[in-house]
């Protein structure tokens, strides 16, 4: 009921609970999934990142009615590239549907907001090592747009600090997606601030967007 006002999304499948995702896709092959975190036999966490790991998979939105440190980033490293919270509006959902389809992550601001402020202290867990030796592996150029990608810039802003054109950004951005392994721009972001020593995350955008 929610999604049937739009004109360029359609509703293509349901599956009651995590397990049934992957045959889900397979039958319908959508460009986007909203998955419930809590869901019977196995949740949206766990069926997110087993759906990210497929090839070509689609892009994943989780959906949840609260925001806890655990899910935010268990989400967003499984792949996730949205979150929001089901209180969002529906016109507001509707927009996620369409930035994460062409690629651009989307977070509820709370959630957005959050996310900045864990990642601004877990520089200095575990995950710092193995994030600063993937970041070793890229070109001084790669590494420049990665750290801009970790402030939140779109390709266009990337383009004006690096004077490059945004297709050029646009293929940097794609080139650390393989060289790193990764399925977005916000797990990109992830990575740089794993890498950092716990100092300020830099500021969040404030319009919702994970740029």
Known sequence: ??????????????????????????????????????????????????????????????????????????????????FLLKHTPPADIARAIRLVASGEPMMSPPVLRRMMQLVAVTGTDPRQERARTLLARLSPGEREVAALVGRGSTNAEIGRALSLSVATVKAYVSRLLTKLDLNNRVQIALLVHDARDGGPAGDAPTDGRAR
Do not use: C, N, Y
């Open 1 to 82: 009921m929610m999604l049937s006002g739009p004109e360029d999304i359609q509703v293509v499948g349901e599956a009651a609970d995590g397990s049934e995702v992957d045959a889900a896709v397979r039958e319908h092959r959508p460009d986007v999934v909203l998955m419930d975190i809590r869901m019977p036999v196995m949740d949206g966490l766990a069926a997110t990142a087993r759906l990210r790991a497929r090839p070509e998979a689609p892009q994943v939105i989780v959906m949840t009615t609260f925001d806890t440190d655990d899910h935010v980033l268990r989400a967003l490293r499984a792949g996730a590239g949205g």
